[in-house]
């Protein structure tokens, strides 16, 4: 299992613009991507952060997933509304 999560700082203003994008980007992950097996979008107290929870088969799937059309353009999309952007990859997951 290959587990990467993402904490996402928004610009203010942002939120309802940048969630539908988004929860479709993940929906579209969990469909359309054999090797992605979970995608949560979290939400806190902090209007502006989203966290992000996924869970590939391997290294091979993530990579896949950057490289597909719906991220790339959900990418895009967003690019504008994001203050910061922490992205932490994980090989290892003890069970």
């Not at 359309?32 to 939400?43: A, H, I, K, R, T």
């Not at 059309?69 to 203050?83: E, G, L, N, P, Y």
Request: with cysteine; aromatic share 12%.
């Amino acid at each position: 299992m290959f587990v990467v999560t993402v904490t996402f700082t928004l610009k203010p203003g942002t939120r309802d613009t940048f969630l539908p994008l988004m929860v479709e980007n993940a929906s579209t992950s969990l469909r359309e991507e054999p090797g992605c097996q979970q995608f949560d979008v979290c939400l806190g107290d902090d209007p502006e952060t989203v966290f992000l929870y996924e869970v590939y088969d391997d290294s091979a799937a993530f990579s896949a997933h950057l490289e597909s059309a719906h991220f790339q353009s959900f990418d895009a999309a967003v690019a504008d509304m994001i203050a910061t952007k922490v992205v932490h990859q994980y090989s290892e997951v003890i069970r």
